[in-house]
């Protein structure tokens, strides 16, 4: 059988997750992709044999030409925050299981997703988009306000606005960044950050648990430490459920975050429906003590998931990033790829950026300088491993 997975740069998901679950489940895998060289560099020492094959993955007009010319699919996937709709478009041409398209770009597209939910009844946030180049001048939002790229990930150009002046400034700022981008401007949520793993085969949905995020201090939204919760209030995950419900999520992985705020209302910030990224999804297969990775291709091959998939429960996990805190090379950092387990704690670190790398100060989740996992059976132990691993190693970096 023929999985054709679609990728922009390469991930420790489909590295040390769905490559090895392929082999696993015994499927031919092809990467599509328009950074080729980037994945066989990735993959040179894998151990799990994939074709490359270049390709525009954000057109999916190509990528069905591509695709026609090549080996017949029986599954076609991606794990890409920038590649569902296109992914969903491609399986659903060539009658694949394939999740709905239009769900899809309403979790992508952030304004799109407040429109529909304020359509739906379900929650009204108040939001407005600036086509790129355009001033916001005249707009009248609750202060302090969200800004952020409408199609954008890992909190990049996403901050805390205060006034309109403020408001104007920020916008021209981002603007020249990404100069063909949309922008939100939208009601700022109060509350603790919180996320909701589902897992769903069109028919049936698990909901797998979620994590508490503690963000860095504003204007900025670093998420710094997750820690696991086997399972959020019911009336918090029946809230989140008919939001996912509404915007047409079922098929696949989703990574949903959401604020609660004091009066417990569940309210979303954003919907990544794919599966938790930055190794949170190695954590959480370790988590579960689920094969995680081959459940979701099993979703997209067609095949019912089990009624009860035996997740264990009682684990807990902390995961946090080792952030830099000023621009300049990495000179020191830890070995890369190091796991332990030991007095029942399962601990992990791997590298974000490689050492030698300069970088820019970007106050966003691109500061990361690695990442650091432990799971076990209780909280103290699991934030006492993390704490432990990072006081004992060095990171530095030189201006």
């Not at 023929?2 to 696993?24: C, E, I, K, Q």
């Not at 020492?45 to 525009?56: H, I, K, N, R, T």
């Not at 920020?170 to 897992?199: D, H, N, Y």
């Not at 000179?331 to 590298?351: I, K, M, Q």
């Amino acid at each position: 059988m023929r999985l054709y997975l679609l990728a922009l740069n390469p991930t420790d998901s489909v590295t040390h997750g769905f490559l090895p679950a392929a082999a696993r489940l015994g499927l031919d895998v092809t990467v599509l992709t328009d950074h080729v060289e980037d994945h066989q560099r990735a993959y040179a020492d894998a151990g799990f044999p994939c074709e490359l094959l270049e390709c525009d993955v954000q057109d999916f007009r190509e990528v069905i030409g591509a695709i026609s010319q090549h080996h017949a699919p029986d599954v076609v996937f991606s794990n890409s925050d920038h590649l569902q709709t296109q992914t969903a478009l491609v399986a659903d041409y060539f009658g694949l299981p394939a999740k709905d398209w239009k769900a899809a770009l309403r979790a992508k597209n952030k304004g799109e997703l407040r429109r529909h939910l304020a359509e739906t009844g379900l929650d009204r946030v108040w939001s407005a988009e600036l086509a790129p180049g355009q001033d916001p001048a005249g707009l009248t939002p609750p202060f302090p306000c969200i800004l952020k790229p409408r199609e954008g990930v890992a909190s990049e150009d996403v901050t805390l606005v205060a006034d309109t002046d403020e408001l104007a400034l920020r916008v021209k700022e981002i603007q020249r960044r990404r100069p063909g981008a949309t922008l939100v401007v939208e009601e700022f949520l109060a509350g603790e950050l919180c996320t909701l793993e589902t897992l769903g085969d069109g028919r049936a949905r698990h909901v797998l648990g979620g994590f508490r995020t503690r963000l860095s201090p504003p204007p900025d939204f670093i998420e710094e430490v997750l820690t696991f919760t086997p399972a959020h209030p019911r009336a918090v995950v029946d809230q989140v459920l008919a939001q996912l419900d509404a915007l047409g999520v079922g098929l696949g992985a989703c990574h949903t975050e959401f604020v609660l705020q004091p009066d417990g209302r569940a309210r979303l910030v954003e919907v990544n429906y794919r599966a938790i990224g930055d190794q949170c999804d190695l954590m959480l297969a370790e988590i579960l003590d689920l094969p995680y990775f081959e459940l979701v291709l099993r979703a997209h091959l067609g095949e019912d998931l089990p009624t009860d998939l035996g997740a264990r429960t009682g684990r807990r996990a902390r995961h946090e990033r080792v952030c830099a805190d000023r621009a300049g090379t990495l000179t020191v950092a830890p070995e890369p790829l190091f796991e332990r387990r030991a007095d029942g704690v399962t601990l992990s670190y791997r590298p974000v950026r490689e050492l030698g790398a300069r970088h820019e100060l970007y106050r966003t989740n691109r500061d990361y300088l690695g990442i650091v996992w432990a799971v076990g059976p209780d909280q103290d132990a699991v934030d006492t491993a993390v704490a432990e691993f990072i006081t004992a190693n060095r990171w530095e970096i030189a201006s």
